[in-house]
């Protein structure tokens, strides 16, 4: 791993879009940023659970880390208490996958500000 290409991937994952965004690639991160907030605040508005980490259930640790997939949206509703999950709503299961997710999405996007850092693509 290259470290120089450490710091626009750590941003990317803090900020969904960001490591592209100091890469120049203005456009294309705002594209992700957008694509991420509006797939979680849409999961959230499903009334979607996101988890905390937990450790009775196998599933639920790996909700956990698709959730931290977030970053700052991730801490962000942990902090204000948003994404307790509604389950009495017919939608809850589409939130929770929704913000889940996202969070994956994030990560996908966080390798490809690293790929790009490292000169790996363009």
Known sequence: MKMKAMIPMAAGWFVP???????????R????FGAV???TALGLAMGGRVYGLQTENPLTVLAFFADLGNGLFYFLARLFSIGGGTL???TF??????IAGAGLLNYLI????YD????KKT
């Open 88 to 90: 009495e709503k017919t």
């Open 37 to 39: 907030a509006a797939m």
């Open 17 to 27: 879009g960001l490591g592209h965004i100091v890469q120049k690639k203005t456009s």
């Open 93 to 98: 299961e589409f939130g929770t996958a929704y």
């Open 110 to 113: 966080a390798i490809d500000a």
């Open 116 to 119: 790009i850092a490292a000169g």
């Open 29 to 32: 991160g705002l594209i992700f």
